[in-house]
């Protein structure tokens, strides 16, 4: 069965700077995709990137990019010039080739940003 | 275009009683998904559905739970006879038929009293 680990139960950055959560998976698979998710106080859950592992390059949307490390099944997310807005509850998941409706979702990182 | 719309948003039941959640797709999208999520946990797959078919219900807990997505209306998540321990938020999404990508709900709040 697939795993999705979240060592970090809470993280904390000064506004403007840069903070990574750290994710890791364990899978047998070689085709599938990796997720970060946001879930801020109104809970809504909100896709924030999208890994194919097929890919190489490590997915990026402005301010926030990911270090996918295959070998490893080790799946970072790196948030630059974090903002007041960033602060949430940030969830990796992972699900099996196309079918991303069955994901397996780590416990998650509270992250809070410091004025 | 409007989001997958669950509803109701929070919902209070005494124990023993029964909890129907629905759940509209996003307009085009063929394929919904019921999840859970405990007080400080990561959210957990229960059932994957096509309209009137159940593709994958392997996370749904086997007595008092079911969940169908007929032909016309939303998706319904029933619980029967609810005990504390149902009490979390449930969260829908949809995909389109070959999706890779899902899109959640707002989620309902059940509370069991």
């Known amino acids: 069965a697939q795993t999705v680990t979240q060592s970090q139960p809470e993280m904390s950055v000064q506004e403007a700077e840069t903070v990574t959560l750290s994710c890791t998976y364990d899978?047998?698979?070689?085709?599938?995709?990796l997720f970060w998710y946001k879930q801020p106080p109104s809970r809504q859950m909100i896709l924030v990137i999208r890994?194919?592992?097929?890919?190489?390059q490590n997915a990026t949307e402005n301010r926030f990019s990911v270090n996918f490390q295959k070998a490893a099944k080790s799946f970072s997310l790196k948030i630059s010039d974090s903002q007041l807005g960033d602060a949430a509850m940030y969830f990796c998941a992972y699900s099996y080739n196309t079918n991303a409706g069955k994901s397996t979702f780590g416990d998650g990182t509270t992250l809070t940003v410091k004025p | 275009n409007a989001g997958v719309m669950q509803n109701p948003r929070h919902l209070v039941r005494r124990r023993g009683q029964e909890a129907r959640l629905r759940c509209s797709p996003m307009?085009?999208?063929?394929?919904v998904y019921w999840y859970r999520q405990l007080p400080e946990e990561g959210l957990k797959f229960m059932v994957y559905?096509?309209?009137?078919?159940?593709?994958?219900e392997s996370g749904m807990p086997k007595e008092r739970f079911s969940a169908e997505f007929p032909k016309e209306g939303p998706s319904i998540l029933r619980i029967q006879q609810v005990v504390r321990g149902d009490s979390a938020a449930y969260f829908c999404a949809s995909s389109p038929l070959s999706g890779n990508t899902i899109y959640f709900g707002e989620g309902s709040w059940l509370t069991v009293v």
């Open positions: 890994q194919e592992a097929y890919k190489q």
């Open positions: 559905l096509q309209k009137e078919n159940i593709i994958d």
């Open positions: 307009k085009g999208h063929s394929h």
């Open positions: 899978t047998s698979e070689s085709d599938y995709y």
